[in-house]
């Protein structure tokens, strides 16, 4: 079974997120440091250290932020190099 889709990681996910009161660090920190807006709800749960760097971290609530999907997606620019890639060039069909 994925990691993902354990009842561990699932229980320590929803512990994060209940520690970070259901809202982005990332847009918290902002806040506090004067220069951010509303802080979005936090969608996704991030480990600090990369899991394939620190597996033995994967379960450690100091090793995780709760953040909202803009947050997440500049956390991991790699992600969207490699969806590009993965995408090819969009073709339109045409009707006659």
Known sequence: ???????????????????????????MRA?????????????????IQPLKERPDLALDLNNLESLCAKHHEEKHPERRERDKTAEGP???????
């Open 31 to 47: 806040l506090e440091l004067g220069f951010g807006q509303k802080p979005r709800r936090a969608v996704m749960v991030h480990h």
């Open 1 to 27: 079974m994925p990691f993902y889709h354990t009842e561990a990681w699932k229980r320590v996910r929803e512990l994060a997120l209940q520690r970070d009161m259901g809202m982005c660090r990332e847009c």
């Open 90 to 96: 969009k073709m339109r069909v045409i009707k006659a």
